[in-house]
C-alpha cells in the first residue's frame, strides 16, 4: 500500500515535471498516439494554432495540423528531422519523432521551432536557401526530367551521419573553397554537389560537370581549357570554350578525379592558385570566377603515397573534404530512401503505390548494399514496375538480395536459407556474430583491435562475444 502510494507519487511527479517542460520549451510540441490522435500539446503551438489546447486534443492530428506527417511517421516508424512544413501559410521547421515500446511504434511526437532568436535565424537562412534551391530545382526540372533535383531536400537520409553531412555541406556551400566530396560509387557525391551548387552564391551560375575518366588523356585539356582556332588539326575555327569557362560565375564538377592523369593534375592545380586559364594553342590568361567541386570513389591520400596523385594538389582539395559514408554503414537511412524511392518511382511511373511486407523491409535493411543508393534505387525501380500485387513480399525480391545479406556472408548457403525463414531477432544475432567472428579473423583474434574495428568499446565486445557463446 505505502509501496503503491509512494509509486503513485512519483508518476504524479514526473507527470508535473513533463507538464512544465512540455511548456518552458522554446518549441511547439504535440505528441500523438498510435492511432494518430493528438494526447498532449503544448500552449506554445496551441496558440500559434490559434486555437484552445482543449480543442485540438483527441482530435486526429490532420484535422488540426496543416500538412503533418505525423500519422505517416506511425507507419514508417522513421523519424523526419530538419524537415520544412507549411503551417498557416507559414514555413516551419519541424522535427517528427516516432515513440517505441519494444519494436512498436506507440505513437510519435512533433516538434516545430518558431521561437528564440536563434532558431528564427537559422529557420529564416534555411527557409531562403530552400527557396533559393527550390526555384532553381523548378527551373531544372522544367528544363530537364526530374532527374536533377538539386537541392539538399533531395538527399534523403535521418541517420546521424547524413544529417552532420547536410550540415557540413551547407557550411561548405558559403564558402567558395573548392570542394572535394568522396564516396564509394553511388553513394551520392554528385547529388550533394549539385546541392552544394544551389545553395551556394554560385547557384545562379551554370553547373557543369565532366568526368575525368570517360575523355581520352589528349583531349582533356581541350574539354577542360578550351582551344584557339588552329590549335590542332581538327580544330573547329573560332575555337571552342572548354569546360572552365563554361562554368564560369557557376560551378564546375570534376568526376572522378582520382583517374585524372598527373600532368593534367599540375595544371589543375596553376588554374586554382591562378583562376585563370589558358585554352589550348593559345597564349592569352584568361579569369575564370567558378567553384570546383572534385568527386572520386578512390583513396587520393593512398594514391598520393603511391606516387599516383600530386601531394599539392591533394592538400588543396582536402581542405574541405566532404566524405560520404556507404550506406552499410548508415543503415538507418535505408527504409527512408526504399519509402522515399517507392512514392517517387510509383508517381514517376504512373501506377499504383504498392507497400513492403515488413519482412521485405528487413531484408533490404540487411542487405549491404555494394553500389549503394544507385543500387537500390534500381532495385525499387524494379519491385514499383515489375511486381503487380499491392504488398510486396521477401519473394519479390531479387536472388541476390538474400546472396548478399550481411558482408562476409557469401560462404553460408545456411545462412541464406535461414535469414527466409527466421525471425529478424534470429537474423539480428545471426548477422551479429558473423561480424564480430570477421572483425576477429581480420585482428588475428585481438580483441582490443577488433572492438576498435568495430567502433565499439572493448567492454561492450566482451559481453557481446558472451552472450553469442563466443568467448
Ligand atoms: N542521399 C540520397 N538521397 C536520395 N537519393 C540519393 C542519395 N544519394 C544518392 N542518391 C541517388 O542515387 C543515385 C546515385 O547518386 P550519384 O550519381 O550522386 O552517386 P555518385 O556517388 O556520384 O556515383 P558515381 O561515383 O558512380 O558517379 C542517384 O540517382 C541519386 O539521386
Known sequence: ???GGGATAMKQEIERIFRTVLEIVYEGIVVVDANGMIVELNDAYARFLGMRKEDALHRHVTEVIQNTRLHEVLKTGVAEKDQIQIIHGHEMLVHRIPMYKGDDVIGAVGMVMFQGVNEQYQMMDRIHQLAVASNRQK???QKTSDEFIQTFDAVIGHSSEMIALKKLALRVARTAMTVLITGESGTGKELFAR???SASLFGKGPFVDINCAAIPENLLESELFGYEEGAFTGAKRGGKIGKFEAAH??????????DMPLAMQ???LRVLEDRAIVRVGGIEKRPVNLRVIAATHRNLAEMVEKGKFREDLY???SMMHVQIPPLRYRKTDIPTLVHYYMDRLSTRFHVRKKRLHDRTL???YEYTWPGNIRELVNVVEVLVE????DIITPDDLPDFIYERLTQGDRDSSLAIKTTKSCSLKERVVHSEREIILGALKQTGGNKVAAARLLGIHRSTLYLKLKQLGLS
Do not use: C, P, S, Y
Open 249 to 258: 560565375t557557376g560551378t564546375l564538377f570534376l568526376d572522378e578525379l582520382g
Open 1 to 3: 500500500m505505502v509501496i
Open 315 to 317: 592538400f588543396r582539395l
Open 195 to 197: 546541392a552544394i551548387h
Open 266 to 268: 599540375a595544371k589543375l
Open 139 to 141: 527551373n531544372a526540372m
Open 362 to 364: 528487413q531484408l533490404l
Open 386 to 389: 515489375i511486381i503487380e500485387a
